[in-house]
């Protein structure tokens, strides 16, 4: 199956990924193409087949409602592009206005 | 025969008989990786050779005060980039991570240390380990230690290139689709990828995580057992890794299996496989029915779909699990001024790689609304028949194989405009993570112009132990793994 070129830039927005418009093309021929391959999927009859999601069979694994020491803040923090006290410091959430960060 | 080419199990031999010093082997290396890399490329961070030095003598020293050594002591071990090393830059070979330094190790470099191992720099990948031939990381392409104009494989080619051109004896890797066993065979070395769960992934940077693995890289397939038994076991931190007893595979190692039956799959011997490759595999074969095994040709239907299934459910879980990298809490913000989202978007397009980027849109959009059941719950109910096919082969068989890869290392460049060309050298290594199995890669040869060529044997979950053991058997009446590359 292909892809248009609006859901390219659709999908892109859902992944918060902005593409420049003149790599959608590009990648919307790419992105095909690999939908094509995968479509050879459709010529097995899967009905009544249960999905695996997991090669283990997985069950919840509980440990006991215990504090024990977590990374200090300094150390958490150590990676934030921007630091704000003991914040990540982010852009405006709910605003109108563009904001310097 | 140097210092470098001899492998981990051989240098613990040496310091053990006082032939050889912890110092003198890190400083052969350190002086291997110096005169090597500008060839190789095999490394993101040089290893620190002050700290290098200084562990190698704090060995020698606990050595000769007769105290006790852990099973790595004095063997520089190279780590892959997307493995969390405390206090060491781990970039993923992405420029989102470029400065991030983790603030803990990953569970396997503790255990690295806790065995005295010396932590010895880290290696090249394709960016978030996306790729076959390490041609996508954001810095530089790692080379094939036998013909540097050529790829290592991927995504752990700079782990695999390390070892294959002895600047390290022993690395780890990660394998999601092949990325530990298609670099070992092109690179004509021993890599394993375990069983999902044997080997704790915490500390992995995640890439898939229903597929993820770590695993070794090593010269032969005993050093190959001696890593496993140190990176191997239950830790808490990964609720996905298993609580089972890791048994001593260098106990065992060397004891042939008996009555051994080889399921050989007429699915991996089929179009797109390279002759020399498929000589060279029914070569090795013929070696083992000498050596007393049966060969039980058998059927893996569904195999043939794996890949496809493949490239849904692995871009699906890292569209997922790459949605952390926002310039939030890692990783550089865009500078340009915006909106929330704007900033979001911006700051991840500057960031991710042009694979990276394909990858996380091809997961989203096979788990959007309206295209969910159609591609990701249909790739799922493929992977259960693909394990299916698997659970009935080991029902008669011991142990599959066939080839790791449908052909030899490809030049630099030759299918780097081609995503769909590259994905299908995963050919044979991705259904073994769908089904969650264990899978090794040993050299089995070479082509007439010198590159080397591998076997892949994929064992029952859990039986790393007895698929060492049928590796081994080959490898003892072989001596590809004794050949290195003049680099």
Known sequence: MSLSIDQVRKVAKLARLELPESDLARMQQQLSAILDYIDQLNQLNTDGVEPLAHPLPVQNVFRLDEETPSLPVDEALQNAPNRVGDYFGVPAVFTDEPVSH | ?487
């Not at chain 2, 090597?36 to 050595?63: C, G, H, N, T, W």
């Not at chain 2, 990948?125 to 494989?153: C, H, L, V």
């Not at chain 2, 992977?383 to 096919?389: E, H, N, T, Y």
Request: aromatic share 8%.
């Open chain 2, 1 to 487: 025969m140097s210092l470098i080419e001899k492998t981990a199990s051989e240098l613990l031999a040496l310091q053990a008989e006082g032939k050889a010093s912890a110092v003198e082997i890190a400083d052969a290396f350190l002086a291997a990786y110096s005169a090597r890399e500008s060839k190789l490329q095999s490394f993101m961070r040089a290893p620190d050779a002050v700290a290098v030095r200084k562990q190698a003598a704090e060995i020698d020293a606990k050595r000769k005060r007769g105290e006790k050594l852990g099973k790595l002591a004095g063997v520089p071990v190279a780590v892959k980039d997307v493995l969390c090393t405390k206090g060491i830059r781990t970039t993923c070979s992405s420029k989102i991570l470029e400065n991030f330094v983790p603030p803990y190790d990953a569970h396997v470099v503790e255990r690295l240390k806790a065995e005295d191992a010396i932590l010895f720099g880290k290696t090249n990948m394709d960016e978030f380990a996306m790729g076959s031939s390490t041609e996508n990381s954001a810095y530089k392409s790692s080379r094939n230690p036998w013909d540097t104009e050529r790829i290592p494989g991927g995504s752990s080619g700079g782990s695999a290139a390390a070892v294959a051109g002895c600047q390290a004896p022993v690395s780890l890797g990660t394998d999601t689709g092949g990325s530990i066993r298609q670099p070992a065979a092109l690179c004509g070395i021993v890599g394993m990828k375990p069983t999902y769960g044997r080997v704790s992934r915490y500390g992995l940077i995640a890439f898939a995580s229903s597929l993820d693995q770590i695993g070794p890289f090593a010269h032969d397939v005993r050093d190959c057992a001696l890593m496993l038994e140190v990176i191997a076991g239950h830790d808490k931190r990964d609720s996905t890794s298993v609580n089972e007893p890791v048994p001593a595979y260098t106990r065992t190692v060397n004891d042939p299996v008996k009555e051994l039956k080889i399921g050989v799959p007429k699915e991996f011997f089929g179009k797109g496989l390279d002759a020399e490759v498929a000589t060279a595999v029914q070569q090795a074969l013929k070696e083992y029915e000498k050596l007393g095994a049966t060969l039980v040709p058998i059927s893996l239907p569904h195999s043939p779909y794996a890949l496809a299934a493949y490239y849904i459910v692995a871009p699906a879980e890292a569209s997922s699990n790459l949605a952390r990298f926002d310039g939030m809490h890692y990783g550089p913000r865009t500078k340009e001024k915006g909106d929330l989202i704007e900033t979001y978007s911006k700051s991840r397009a500057e960031g991710f790689g042009k694979e990276v980027q394909r990858r996380i849109i091809l997961g989203t959009y096979v788990l959007s609304s309206g295209y969910k059941d159609a591609y990701y719950v249909k790739a799922l109910k493929v992977r259960r028949l693909v394990k299916k096919d698997f659970d009935d082969a080991f029902a008669t068989c011991d142990v599959v194989m066939g080839p790791t890869t449908p052909s030899a290392a490809f030049k630099i460049g030759e299918k780097s405009d081609d995503p769909l060309a590259l994905y299908l050298s995963d050919v044979y290594t991705v259904s073994c993570n769908l089904a969650g199995l264990p899978g090794v890669s040993i050299p089995c040869g070479f082509t007439k112009s010198g590159l080397p060529i591998g076997l892949q044997l994929l064992g029952a979950p859990f039986e790393e132990e007895k698929l060492l053991r049928i590796a081994r058997m080959y490898e003892s009446a072989s001596d590809w793994h004794t050949k290195r590359p003049k680099v």
